[in-house]
């Protein structure tokens, strides 16, 4: 089998700023030419990066959405151009009918694809409507492209639909927060999004690379430690700080995504599974509940 | 809301013996009854600890399988009569018509019921059959029981099966091997199945308590590092040594699985799925293959 070439991938770890659309707008173009003079092909933004996160009304969230033709997206997906590079970042998306916590991926050519958070998490359902998009995969030069944002982690069913689809990496922009967690990081400084991340390159064998903010909005504190995770699930780059800003880089052979499902010569990831048995995964609420 | 009692719980980390069923019954008891003596109710024993792992021939496996009535399950029946306590433990399973690598629960009054390991590794395919027992859950005093084996926690889908049918606690008896990996644990002296572990806990919010062996047989080495993991994905005890035999001891209460699944009081564990984006995972095959 022919060695693929490396792609570099870059996690961008900072803070957008609440009700600063034209900055957080520049503020990512920074971070895009900052990762592409490193060497990226692949960058991946945090979640929200064109709006920042803590919406206190509707007010504010209108003001910050944008469509596919908007501000952010337009800045960015010029820096694609210029650069030669593919980017996915989190936005603030206003669609037809409702408002979206989005992920899109852009590329030399322009927009390429949107995903829309399946997964709201806490007051995130005042100011979004529930992804509709399901779980896309893009077929680019160096690979295969999945996303999810930030609280997705958690349902192992969203990283197994991408990699069914033949995912070789999940782009993560994330906004993980310290709160509602009775303890942040264990002894190590891991936080739980590190451990998520792992259990779905694990469980899939497939890349993950997750961006985080950092910084604090309305007493909502988040967590860094942004990462990047090879098919194994053994960490290739990070965690990054709880607290500064930090460009993550790694070089990644996409074909091992695929190549690395054969766990054994009598084993595969995704061939392994039984899903005569995963019945009750079509059930739409847990029948127990205290 | 009353506060549950809390559940003592063991994992015993040892080397059962090839070729040496007698052997292994009687190891198996003094395990259950060291954990008992340190105060155990629920004690979880490893992965065909009745047999021993790497059979060679077909006449290997059926030497060492017994029924429901066979002799190691009856001596560790036996011992939780004697010592009131419940057992978890991995057996090679001959079924009617078929071997299974089983894990059985029982109690003091006896055999509550057994969970056929649903996902083979490597030559296991050539002396099991792949379980056909779903993924049963049993009400027992202290909480929900559910067993998965080893391979199984790298599929998702089962523990969430589980998870969904109320499971408190996962026990996993298992035989984690050093073979087929690139690399067998990380600077902190973490194996990938501690990360499966954590992985199946926090996606969940259930306890989880694997139970590895430790020694060599013919070439496949077990690398042990059992653990306890607890429903936000924290772990509570261990990882064990790779190489030495341990007992590892956790208080828990097994009312915080349910309590917990609230992530926040807008979030549930379970209730926030979006089975309606989940149809590919009915497929029974990868879509994509190298």
């Given at each position: 089998?022919?060695?693929?070439?490396?792609?570099?991938?870059?996690?961008?770890?900072?803070?957008?700023?609440?009700?600063?659309?034209?900055?957080?707008?520049?503020?990512?173009?920074?971070?895009?030419a900052r990762a592409a003079d490193?060497?990226?092909?692949?960058?991946?933004?945090?979640?929200?990066?064109?709006?920042?996160?803590?919406?206190?009304?509707?007010?504010?969230?209108?003001?910050?959405?944008?469509?596919?033709?908007?501000?952010?997206?337009?800045?960015?997906?010029?820096?694609?151009?210029?650069?030669?590079?593919?980017?996915?970042?989190?936005?603030?998306?206003?669609?037809?009918?409702?408002?979206?916590?989005?992920?899109?991926?852009?590329?030399?050519?322009?927009?390429?694809?949107?995903?829309?958070?399946?997964?709201?998490?806490?007051?995130?359902?005042?100011?979004?409507?529930?992804?509709?998009?399901?779980?896309?995969?893009?077929?680019?030069?160096?690979?295969?492209?999945?996303?999810?944002?930030?609280?997705?982690?958690?349902?192992?069913?969203?990283?197994?639909?991408?990699?069914?689809?033949?995912?070789?990496?999940?782009?993560?922009?994330?906004?993980?927060?310290?709160?509602?967690?009775?303890?942040?990081?264990?002894?190590?400084?891991?936080?739980?999004?590190?451990?998520?991340?792992?259990?779905?390159?694990?469980?899939?064998?497939?890349?993950?690379?997750?961006?985080?903010?950092?910084?604090?909005?309305?007493?909502?504190?988040?967590?860094?430690?942004?990462?990047?995770?090879?098919?194994?699930?053994?960490?290739?780059?990070?965690?990054?700080?709880?607290?500064?800003?930090?460009?993550?880089?790694?070089?990644?052979?996409?074909?091992?995504?695929?190549?690395?499902?054969?766990?054994?010569?009598?084993?595969?990831?995704?061939?392994?599974?039984?899903?005569?048995?995963?019945?009750?995964?079509?059930?739409?609420?847990?029948?127990?509940?205290?």
């Amino acid at each position: 089998m022919p060695q693929a070439s490396l792609l570099k991938l870059a996690v961008c770890q900072y803070a957008p700023r609440l009700g600063d659309p034209e900055g957080n707008a520049a503020r990512g173009c920074r971070w895009i030419a900052r990762a592409a003079d490193a060497g990226a092909r692949l960058i991946v933004l945090p979640e929200l990066a064109s709006s920042g996160y803590a919406f206190a009304t509707q007010g504010e969230a209108e003001l910050a959405a944008e469509g596919l033709d908007g501000p952010a997206l337009g800045r960015w997906g010029e820096s694609c151009r210029e650069l030669g590079v593919f980017v996915v970042a989190g936005f603030c998306e206003q669609g037809a009918a409702a408002r979206f916590n989005s992920a899109a991926l852009m590329g030399p050519e322009g927009l390429i694809g949107v995903y829309r958070k399946a997964h709201l998490f806490y007051d995130e359902q005042s100011y979004f409507q529930a992804g509709d998009s399901g779980f896309p995969v893009f077929d680019l030069p160096f690979g295969k492209v999945g996303m999810l944002v930030c609280y997705d982690l958690w349902f192992p069913e969203a990283a197994r639909v991408l990699a069914l689809a033949g995912a070789d990496v999940i782009c993560v922009p994330t906004n993980w927060v310290a709160n509602f967690r009775h303890r942040v990081a264990d002894e190590r400084g891991w936080i739980m999004g590190n451990y998520a991340s792992v259990a779905v390159a694990t469980q899939n064998q497939v890349f993950v690379a997750a961006a985080d903010r950092i910084g604090v909005e309305r007493e909502i504190e988040f967590i860094g430690s942004s990462c990047i995770v090879g098919p194994e699930g053994w960490v290739l780059a990070g965690p990054a700080s709880r607290s500064d800003e930090a460009l993550l880089l790694a070089d990644l052979d996409l074909s091992q995504a695929a190549a690395r499902k054969h766990r054994t010569p009598r084993n595969h990831a995704l061939g392994d599974r039984r899903p005569e048995l995963y019945g009750e995964l079509s059930v739409a609420r847990p029948p127990t509940s205290e």
